[in-house]
Nanobody, 123 residues
């Protein structure tokens, strides 16, 4: 089992920045690829960013490319999502997820999930 706890969400004005963190516990963190997903009210959960076990490969959803950066610190069992140039349409609950193997865009490919943290971007 892997337990994931997100933090860092909040209210920010459009154009601002936030950094989300996801702390993992349980099994060996570096065994897992990590992903960030988000879900806005009335919408499906969508892939935001993913990072492989060592951090040398990353992937991003089209809507956040060039604005968001995913990173990880295996010594701290933590994955981060730096979000810059935030837009009102980025408002959602952001969740981190873990899976064995490589990055996947599908939410169903991930085995472990955190509870999520709310990000609200005001216009």
């Amino acid at each position: 089992q892997v337990q994931l706890v997100e933090s860092g969400g909040g209210l920010v004005q459009a154009g601002g920045s936030l950094r989300l963190s996801c702390a993992a516990s349980g099994r060996t963190f570096s065994d897992y690829a990590m992903g960030w997903f988000r879900q806005a009210p009335g919408k499906e959960r969508e892939f935001v960013a993913g990072i492989n076990w060592a951090g040398f490969r990353t992937d991003y959803g089209d809507s956040v490319k060039g604005r968001f950066t995913i990173s990880r610190d295996n010594a701290k069992n933590t994955v981060y999502l730096q979000m810059n140039s935030l837009k009102p349409e980025d408002t959602a609950v952001y969740s981190c997820a873990a899976r064995s193997g490589g990055i996947r865009f599908s939410r169903s490919a991930y085995d472990y999930w955190g509870q999520g943290t709310q990000v609200t971007v005001s216009s």
